[in-house]
């Protein structure tokens, strides 16, 4: 579904990543860990088109979608939910999953993607009226999550979903990513969170000071040495 092949992303003459490569597939659950710096957040701004890579390939779907503004990969079919769970505060949560669904190809399901939203998240449907700005840190997060299916993509990403957030928050951000992934979205994932996000993992990439340097499924990653101690405390 996502290939993304060797590529290299600068900002300025600082280089963010060395070509990195990655794969997601239909229907699976991809996590990237390491740690602040490491261009977590800079791969999917790359793939979303929000920077720019300088080599390198990205296709989705068999199309080469590098070099296209971020609307187009939206329209593609990948939405990503940025750090931090941004909302407009001053919207009711009802207008702001509306935000969601602007593009062209969204738009005319945007009702029957509401009602299946949802019956995913009943919280929501509970306050669609209310000010998102009201809303606790856990339920803008599920917010932020819920507007990026608006768009009706194939492939989610998602930047540090649990940060900043409580623990008992956390958990449930978590059970949302697992309940999206019953439902077969694709979702890549980037966390720091190591143990949470391997628990929903299919496969997982470990980046740090911008390169790939350990991938494999879950199981490898809780068995190699160096991942125990210096991402999961064990």
Avoid: W
């Avoid at 700005?133 to 507007?147: F, H, N, T, V, Y």
């Avoid at 900043?164 to 978590?174: D, E, R, Y």
């Avoid at 994932?189 to 740090?208: C, G, P, R, T, W």
């Amino acid at each position: 579904m996502l290939t993304v092949d060797a590529i290299d992303t600068y900002y300025g003459e600082f280089q963010a990543l060395e070509g990195v490569s990655l794969k997601v597939e239909k229907g699976q659950t991809v996590i990237v860990v390491g740690p602040n710096g490491a261009g977590k957040s800079t791969l999917l701004k790359t793939i979303l088109g929000l920077q720019k890579a300088r080599t390198g390939s990205i296709k989705f779907q068999d199309e080469e979608i590098s070099g296209l503004a971020p609307h187009k990969v939206v329209e593609r079919g990948i939405s990503m939910v940025p750090e931090g769970g941004r909302v407009f505060p001053e919207l009711s949560v009802q207008d702001n999953l509306r935000v969601g669904s602007y593009n062209p190809v969204a738009r005319p399901n945007a009702q029957r993607q509401m009602e299946q939203i949802f019956s995913l998240f009943p919280i929501l449907s509970d306050r669609k009226r209310q000010a998102a700005g009201s809303l606790s840190g856990g339920e803008r997060q599920m917010l932020a999550i819920a507007r990026s299916l608006m768009s009706c993509p194939k492939l989610i990403m998602l930047d540090e979903p649990s940060l900043g957030l409580a623990p008992l928050v956390v958990n449930m951000v978590f059970d949302f990513i697992q309940q999206m992934k019953k439902e077969g979205y694709a979702i890549l994932l980037v966390e720091q969170n190591a143990n949470k996000a391997l628990k929903v993992a299919d496969y997982a990439y470990l980046v740090e000071s911008g390169k790939l340097v350990y991938e494999g499924d879950r199981d490898s990653f809780d068995k190699n040495p160096y991942i125990k101690t210096a991402y999961l405390g064990l």
